[in-house]
């Protein structure tokens, strides 16, 4: 779970009549707390992990040539900061085409691994505040396959919508940052309704796509962000993110927990949609303190689209805060997985460490210290995600030898 930080300056109430020295001490500090908070921190090669791939090359080549793809949209002259480092996207594409001319030769894991010590920089993300330098919270999400209907007839009584007409998207002034906004009568921006409203009120009536025959499956797809819908006629349709109404996402396990509801160790999907089912009278108030509400779009089958607007690759594409690690870069991350049993529920926790691409983000991935894995689609998926907070670190590539690059 996210914390709250607080600066250590933050309770100080210094006034500008200070001594000069006192107020030159002040500020060194305040500018040495904030260099320890530095996003990324590139390593030295004996502090190196083993890129050994333990989903071998399964995926690999097909996540790094989406990515490529991404990559070639972007002006090659686009600049990406990784540490105290800045390079340009031409130099990040150039060092995903030279990764995957490498993955073309089929090296064995050895080579594979003396091959990217030997021509790839490397930097850390910094990690969790309150965790040592490097560590993340890493969880997992998937694509859902659930029931559903076009027609709202009992049991499928639980809506999905497609963005309502009353849904503005305006561009933030400062940074270009979109955002989701409703106007009153007189024209004037507001936040768009929370989830309680919304729900309550009926405000997106008209716009329904499908129908479930749960409130918890439909919650949870909120939070995946796409699925697979399966029909009464037995068809199989796409359904993927489309909008938000911009508010923040709260989390709901994280309610549970603070209400002493279920300990931290526990909280899992698993155990919320069990908490949820036996205390039927509280479902709702937990549902809607998430005020974050998601619109979706039907979409045509295949992998589902990342925020990049590339399709994501099951075990190879995670998200990340954009705003604080690089999106444009190879990356990979070091954790634990599951194992599951022949009854298809957990059993084990064995090391996790492959090469991924940063492809999505998602509402709750804040920060330095937090990274999703997506895990595709099936029960095994089911389960990860569902499962999955582990603590783990994430390192990025870039080829090596910038500086003695011909323009």
Same mark, same amino acid.
């Given at each position: 779970?996210?914390?709250?930080?607080?600066?250590?300056?933050?309770?100080?109430?210094?006034?500008?009549?200070?001594?000069?020295?006192?107020?030159?001490?002040?500020?060194?500090?305040? !500018?040495?707390?904030?260099?320890?908070?530095?996003?990324?921190?590139?390593?030295?090669?004996?502090?190196?992990?083993?890129?050994?791939?333990?989903?071998?090359?399964?995926?690999?080549?097909?996540?790094?040539?989406? =990515?490529? =793809?991404?990559?070639?949209?972007?002006?090659?002259?686009?600049?990406?900061? !990784?540490?105290?480092?800045?390079?340009?996207?031409?130099? !990040?594409?150039?060092?995903?085409?030279?990764? +995957?001319?490498?993955?073309?030769?089929?090296?064995?894991?050895?080579?594979?691994?003396?091959?990217?010590? #030997?021509?790839?920089?490397?930097?850390?993300?910094?990690?969790?505040?309150?965790?040592?330098?490097? #560590?993340?919270?890493?969880?997992?999400?998937?694509?859902?396959?659930?029931?559903?209907?076009?027609?709202?007839?009992?049991?499928?009584?639980?809506?999905?919508?497609?963005?309502?007409?009353?849904?503005?998207?305006?561009?933030?002034? #400062?940074?270009?940052?979109?955002?989701?906004?409703?106007?009153? &009568?007189?024209?004037?921006?507001?936040?768009?309704?929370?989830?309680?409203?919304?729900? &309550?009120?009926?405000?997106?009536?008209?716009?329904?796509?499908?129908?479930?025959?749960?409130?918890?499956?439909?919650?949870?797809?909120?939070?995946?962000?796409?699925?697979? +819908?399966?029909?009464?006629?037995?068809?199989?349709?796409? +359904? =993927? /993110?489309?909008?938000?109404?911009?508010?923040?996402?709260?989390?709901?396990?994280?309610?549970?927990?603070?209400?002493?509801?279920?300990?931290?160790?526990?909280?899992?999907?698993?155990?919320?949609?069990?908490?949820?089912?036996?205390?039927?009278?509280?479902?709702?108030?937990?549902?809607?303190?998430?005020?974050?509400?998601?619109?979706?779009?039907?979409?045509?089958?295949?992998?589902?689209?990342?925020?990049?607007?590339?399709?994501?690759?099951?075990?190879?594409?995670?998200?990340?805060?954009?705003?604080?690690?690089?999106?444009?870069?190879?990356?990979?991350?070091?954790?634990?997985?599951?194992?599951?049993?022949?009854?298809?529920?957990?059993?084990?926790?064995?090391?996790?460490?492959?090469?991924?691409?940063?492809?999505?983000?998602?509402?709750?991935?804040?920060?330095?210290?937090?990274?999703?894995? /997506?895990?595709?689609?099936?029960?095994?998926?089911?389960?990860?995600?569902?499962?999955?907070?582990?603590?783990?670190?994430?390192?990025?590539?870039? &080829?090596?030898?910038?500086?003695?690059?011909?323009?």
């Amino acid at each position: 779970m996210s914390q709250t930080n607080q600066s250590p300056f933050s309770a100080l109430t210094y006034s500008w009549s200070l001594r000069p020295q006192l107020l030159l001490l002040f500020i060194f500090l305040l !500018l040495m707390h904030g260099c320890a908070k530095a996003p990324l921190d590139r390593m030295e090669t004996d502090t190196l992990p083993e890129f050994t791939d333990d989903l071998g090359l399964e995926g690999l080549l097909t996540g790094a040539v989406r =990515h490529l =793809h991404y990559l070639n949209k972007i002006p090659p002259q686009t600049t990406v900061t !990784l540490g105290s480092d800045s390079y340009p996207v031409s130099w !990040l594409r150039e060092s995903m085409e030279t990764f +995957i001319d490498i993955l073309k030769q089929e090296p064995d894991p050895e080579e594979l691994n003396r091959i990217v010590l #030997e021509n790839f920089t490397v930097y850390r993300a910094g990690g969790r505040k309150d965790l040592p330098r490097g #560590e993340m919270l890493i969880t997992g999400y998937y694509e859902p396959f659930l029931q559903g209907s076009l027609e709202k007839k009992a049991p499928f009584l639980y809506p999905l919508y497609a963005p309502p007409d009353s849904l503005i998207q305006v561009k933030e002034s #400062e940074n270009g940052e979109l955002l989701f906004k409703r106007r009153d &009568k007189s024209g004037k921006l507001l936040p768009y309704w929370t989830r309680r409203e919304i729900e &309550k009120n009926n405000l997106a009536a008209g716009h329904e796509l499908v129908y479930l025959n749960d409130p918890v499956d439909a919650f949870i797809l909120h939070v995946q962000g796409s699925g697979k +819908i399966q029909l009464p006629d037995g068809s199989i349709r796409s +359904i =993927h /993110y489309a909008a938000s109404n911009g508010l923040e996402y709260f989390s709901i396990g994280k309610l549970l927990v603070d209400q002493g509801k279920m300990t931290l160790e526990a909280a899992s999907i698993p155990s919320i949609r069990h908490y949820l089912r036996t205390h039927p009278d509280e479902q709702e108030a937990i549902l809607h303190h998430n005020s974050k509400f998601i619109f979706f779009r039907w979409e045509q089958g295949g992998d589902p689209i990342g925020s990049l607007g590339e399709p994501l690759t099951a075990g190879r594409s995670i998200a990340i805060d954009r705003a604080v690690l690089p999106h444009e870069t190879l990356a990979f991350l070091i954790s634990r997985k599951p194992v599951l049993n022949s009854s298809g529920e957990i059993d084990t926790w064995v090391p996790l460490h492959r090469f991924v691409f940063p492809q999505d983000t998602g509402s709750a991935i804040q920060g330095t210290g937090r990274t999703d894995l /997506y895990w595709g689609s099936g029960n095994y998926a089911k389960q990860a995600a569902g499962s999955m907070k582990e603590s783990g670190k994430l390192y990025f590539l870039v &080829k090596n030898n910038f500086e003695d690059r011909e323009d």
